[in-house]
């Protein structure tokens, strides 16, 4: 069975679970398969990385981490209010990313 997530890359969320509650940031990646999605400035974990001639910067290195998909709601760019997400289709056929709140 296949999941249709309403939610794409450079889409702004809201974190509404987890220890970055109430944090906002635009999704850097989804990994539909996982369920996952990588926010930037949220959940961040410190990596550390070994001098190689091939690595730009090394030693402890901040790096934001996955977070799961339902911990975040979509924010409408026009109001900044956070909503969830529906899709309508238009008459030539293609679909319409729409806030459910907003109507819009």
Known sequence: MSIKYRIKKGDEVLVIAGKDKGKKGNIISV????SRVIVEGVN???KHIKNTPNVTQSGIVDKESPINISNVMFIDPESSQSGRVSYE???SGKFNRIVRKSKK
């Open 31 to 34: 990994d539909k398969k996982n």
């Open 44 to 46: 961040i974990s410190k």
């Open 89 to 91: 289709q238009l008459d």
